[in-house]
C-alpha cells in the first residue's frame, strides 16, 4: 500500500469556521491531489500540485484553498466552511503525469459542516 | 471532454454469481482506464488497470478489457464472493496533468 495518511479522519464543524484538513505521504512522489466524494458524482477534483509551491484548480475549487510547503504534505484549507462543504475528502499522489500512471489514494476524512 | 458512466447501481448478487459492471467513457486522445474498488471506511484502492485499446486487465478474479471501438471498459468477475461487497469506481486518465475522471460509483452488495 502507498504510505498516505490523512488528518483527522473524521471532523464535525460549524458553518464559518475555518478547516484545514492534512495529508502526508512517504513515497517521495511529486503529484498530489485532494478530492471529494459525494453521492451521484463520483470523486471531483479540487485542487491539485505538480512540486512544493505549485499548485493548480480542479473542477470544483470555489470555496477551497491548498497549500504545499514540502513534498511530503499537502494541506487543504476551507476558509469559511459551508455546509455544502459536507463530504468525505481524498487525498491522492502519483509518480508523475504520465497518461499510463495510477493514483493512489488515502484512507479519506469525513468532514461535517452543521 | 472527458466523462466516464457507470451502471446504477445498487447491484445485489449471490454467492457464486456473474458479476458484469457496465463503463462507458468519453474521451479526446488516447486515456488509460483503471476500475478502483472502495470498502466501507476506506479509501480508494486500485484493482485493475488497462492502458491502450485492446488490452486486458485483471487482478483477484476481475477482468476488464479495453474497447476502443465501443468505449468501453466493463468490469466483469465470474464467481463473486461475500468479499467482493465494496463500491466500484471506473476511471479515465486524461492526456494532461494526469487528471482522472470517475464515474458516481456502483455498490455491490453479495449475499451468501
Known amino acids: 500500500d502507498a504510505g498516505i495518511t490523512q488528518s483527522p479522519r473524521h471532523k464535525v464543524t460549524e458553518t464559518g469556521t475555518p478547516v484545514t484538513l492534512r495529508c502526508h505521504q512517504t513515497?517521495?512522489?511529486?503529484?498530489m491531489y485532494w478530492y471529494r466524494q459525494d453521492p451521484g458524482h463520483g470523486l471531483r477534483l479540487i485542487h491539485y500540485?505538480?512540486?512544493?509551491?505549485?499548485?493548480d484548480k480542479g473542477e470544483v475549487s470555489d470555496g477551497y484553498s491548498v497549500s504545499r510547503s514540502k513534498t511530503e504534505d499537502f494541506l487543504l484549507t476551507l476558509e469559511s466552511a459551508t455546509s455544502s462543504q459536507t463530504s468525505v475528502y481524498f487525498c491522492?499522489?502519483?509518480?508523475?503525469?504520465?497518461?499510463?500512471?495510477?493514483?493512489?489514494f488515502g484512507p479519506g476524512t469525513r468532514l461535517t459542516v452543521l | 471532454g472527458n466523462s466516464v458512466t457507470q451502471m446504477e447501481g445498487p447491484v445485489t448478487l449471490s454467492e457464486e454469481a456473474f458479476l458484469t459492471i457496465n463503463c462507458t467513457y468519453t474521451?479526446?486522445?488516447?486515456?488509460?482506464l483503471f476500475w478502483y474498488v472502495q470498502y466501507p471506511g476506506e479509501g480508494l484502492q486500485l484493482l485493475l488497470k488497462?492502458?491502450?485499446?485492446?488490452d486486458k486487465g485483471s487482478n483477484k478474479g476481475f477482468e476488464a478489457t479495453y474497447r476502443k471501438e465501443t468505449t468501453s471498459f466493463h468490469l466483469e468477475k465470474g464467481s463473486v464472493q461475500v468479499s467482493d461487497s465494496a463500491v466500484y469506481f471506473c476511471?479515465?486518465?486524461?492526456?494532461?496533468?494526469?487528471?482522472?475522471?470517475f464515474g458516481t460509483g456502483t455498490s455491490l452488495t453479495v449475499i451468501p
Open positions: 491522492a499522489i502519483s509518480e508523475s503525469t504520465r497518461v499510463t500512471d495510477t493514483q493512489y
Open positions: 513515497e517521495n512522489h511529486r503529484y
Open positions: 500540485s505538480y512540486g512544493v509551491k505549485d499548485t
Open positions: 474521451a479526446t486522445g488516447y486515456p488509460s
Open positions: 488497462a492502458t491502450k485499446a485492446d
Open positions: 476511471a479515465l486518465s486524461g492526456n494532461t496533468g494526469n487528471q482522472f475522471y
